[in-house]
């Protein structure tokens, strides 16, 4: 089958519609099922996306491998009633990057592996980055167009061969693909990093080198199928600062993606950009938005506003779950999800309240899991008082008093996820 994107993002821009989708970059519970829910709610596309670091062929960060999320994922549309055709997985940040501290060789091998594993379980969006420095690339020299071109080939052809092996199966969909050499670090920048915004003979020095590439790597069908590209047209967030979408800025860029009508542009790091800046952004053709620590910053918020509840209704120090010091306790002994992110000073302050979230990272450990139940089981055995929610989740407080919320720890959770869902629905005119 064609992919779905093609038709309804594609073909839908070409006709001159500012169409646009949200992809929710994350593997938090109650980020996956806040999104489908929204989907089902609204009617839109749920796009999701597993990044290299979460899942990958040796379980990532999370434990899972690639099918292990896919199946995940769609057990949660199914037991919420998502259509399938509402639902759209794609892989982020597909390549090297995890073992960029390895030789060429060895990256590359474990990178098509990776690869060939995403589009195995059944994932139809793959963004191909080869970006980064590999252990033996020159460290004085950037990594040149034709090598990141060349490498990213090779994955796609290997992608398009994995595709072959379930082409017969009923469900079986053409893998879309996303490409590009100026692509975001993960989840956010390290502050201090310059932040340049791509040119227009950069990207097209950058299409000619993939389409070099690709054919000759044998993988034409897939460069037919790249449909979006990712650069950076002037949106970032660090640890303390969000760079909000200038448009003047980036018009000599935008107006450079009128030379390729079969491509848009996919903006990574729009986290924290207003509703107003990201429907600009899809206007001007960064119609792929990528979220991802925004949502779970939302999640992290909600269960602060939970404990602080917990605290006023349960008297009784000994049966408070402690959530807060539990997170940033387990967080402080992984410094390597936050050592490159944070100096030491301000470190508690940095570790609850940064916008580069990094305790996401460490959300689905036992101890934290434990200590969230603890705090949801407590939260759901009183009858909060409305005034209580008002003082801590006072949009949700509304929902509540109007009937369409109940006052239950996940929902609550859920709903305040929503709440910057609703911005990215805004911006791409509720999905597809």
């Not at 191909?128 to 090779?154: F, H, N, Y």
Request: proline share 5%; aromatic share 8%; charged share 25%.
């Amino acid at each position: 089958m064609k992919n779905p994107l093609i038709e309804k993002l594609i073909n839908r821009r070409r006709s001159g519609e500012a169409a646009g989708v949200y992809s929710a970059c994350s593997a938090n519970p109650f980020v996956l099922e806040a999104v489908v829910e929204r989907a089902l709610e609204t009617g839109s596309i749920a796009l999701i996306e597993a990044t290299a670091n979460q899942v990958n062929q040796f379980g990532g960060y999370t434990g899972m491998k690639p099918a292990d999320f896919y199946n995940k994922v769609k057990a949660i549309a199914s037991e919420k009633g998502l259509p399938p055709e509402q639902l759209i997985l794609g892989g982020d940040h597909l390549g090297p990057l995890t073992w960029a501290e390895e030789p060429a060789s060895e990256a590359m091998e474990k990178a098509g592996d990776l690869v060939r594993a995403y589009v195995a379980a059944g994932f139809t969006k793959i963004h191909l980055d080869t970006s980064m420095r590999l252990a033996d690339d020159d460290p004085a020299l950037p990594l040149a167009d034709e090598v990141i071109a060349a490498r990213a080939a090779r994955l796609a052809k290997i992608c398009e061969e994995a595709f072959a092996q379930r082409a017969g199966e009923s469900d079986a969909v053409e893998p879309v693909y996303i490409v590009g050499s100026e692509v975001p670090i993960p989840g956010g920048a390290q502050d201090g990093e310059g932040l340049h915004i791509t040119t227009p003979e950069d990207l097209e020095k950058t299409l000619a080198a993939f389409k070099a590439a690709f054919a000759q790597a044998g993988a034409e069908s897939a460069f037919g199928r790249i449909i979006g590209v990712v650069v950076q047209p002037g949106v970032e967030f660090g640890d303390q600062a969000v760079v909000a979408y200038d448009r003047e800025k980036a018009r000599p860029l935008c107006d450079g993606l009128k030379r390729h009508p079969n491509q848009v542009f996919e903006g990574h790091s729009t986290d924290y950009q207003t509703p107003w800046a990201l429907r600009e952004m899809v206007e001007d053709g960064i119609a792929i938005l990528k979220v991802g620590p925004a949502l779970t910053f939302a999640c992290r918020e909600a269960c602060f506003a939970l404990e602080a509840m917990e605290t006023e209704v349960i008297p009784d120090e000994e049966r408070r779950s402690n959530f807060k010091t539990t997170l940033l306790k387990t967080l402080y002994h992984e410094p390597r999800y936050w050592k490159k992110y944070y100096n030491e000073g301000q470190l508690a302050l940095k570790m609850k309240y940064s916008y580069s979230d990094r305790v996401r990272y460490v959300f689905g450990e036992d101890p934290v899991q434990r200590a969230l139940a603890e705090l949801m089981a407590n939260i759901d055995s009183q009858a909060l008082p409305h005034a209580l929610i008002s003082q801590y989740l006072p949009r949700q407080y509304e929902r509540v008093c109007d009937g369409s919320l109940e006052a239950r720890a996940g929902e609550l959770i859920k709903d305040r996820i929503k709440d910057c869902i609703d911005h990215y629905l805004y911006a791409t005119g509720l999905g597809l």
